[in-house]
């Protein structure tokens, strides 16, 4: 049984080493599965899936075997990689991780950045907030990337900062506009986060941020809900 293809027709594009390729792959996969275009128990064929993205199998096979480790696919012998089951417990547990994470960057900016950063941040937000009302999700989705990867580098935390990374790419940012609230969550949420940073309350920036985050997450799963896509906990 063939999981079907992955969105986003079309070939990759020309990347520079078979790691970061299988990297790319990786990330293409796991989107997908995120939301629910790949959906268990169907399998993934690696001839297929390259074929899909114009590429070789290999570097293909490199992708699904990372996703095995990650435990979203499952290696079968002579059958190929089964796509696992994707439940509400997987979906609040990434982000449960991330508002943990998010939120002590966010509580150590707080101490760290400077006037002149946060008066940046807040030009940039009311800019966000003018893509919210026009309904411009993918400048919504640059502009509320500029805000959180310049808070988390703000914090001084290089390593903290990269494990966050680590669980962003589970995160379907490639289909922002199309989880109801994401755009209204980002224009409004951040309010209070740059009250604490005004304030430079570290609490108050961890509570304000963890609670977006939370957020961000709770709307993910009404919408994977609404679709579908999740499956009952074991």
């Known amino acids: ?3 079907g293809p992955a969105p986003a027709a ?12 299988s990297e790319m792959v990786a990330a293409h996969v796991r989107e997908a599965i995120m939301i629910g275009a790949l959906r268990a128990p169907g399998y993934l064929r690696t001839e297929h899936l390259a074929a899909e993205l114009g590429i070789s199998a290999t570097p293909v096979r490199e992708a699904l075997m990372i996703l095995h480790s990650e435990g979203a696919v499952r290696w079968e012998p002579r059958r190929g ?16 991780v991330q508002a943990h994470i ?14 002149a950063g946060i008066e940046r941040l807040e030009q940039v937000q009311a800019r966000l907030e003018a893509a919210a009302r026009d309904r411009d999700a993918d400048l919504v989705d640059r502009l509320n990337h500029e805000i959180h990867r310049t808070i988390n580098r703000s914090s001084g935390s290089s390593r903290l900062t990269t494990l966050l990374a680590l669980t962003v790419h589970y995160v379907p940012l490639g289909f922002f506009g199309r989880i ?22 570290a609490e108050a920036a961890r509570t304000a941020m963890a609670g977006h985050i939370r957020h961000i997450g709770r709307l ?13 906990a074991p």
């Open 81 to 96: 990689f089964r796509v696992l089951p994707l439940t509400e417990r997987d979906v609040d547990d990434l982000f449960e």
């Open 1 to 3: 049984m063939s999981a």
């Open 102 to 115: 998010a939120g002590e960057l966010a509580a150590r900016a707080a101490t760290a950045l400077e006037s």
């Open 180 to 201: 109801e609230g994401w755009a209204e969550a980002s224009a409004h949420d951040h309010s209070a986060v740059f009250a604490a940073l005004r304030a430079r309350d």
């Open 10 to 21: 079309g070939r990759l594009p020309a990347m520079r080493g078979r790691h970061q390729l």
């Open 220 to 232: 993910l799963v009404d919408h994977l809900r609404a679709e579908g896509v999740l499956a009952d």
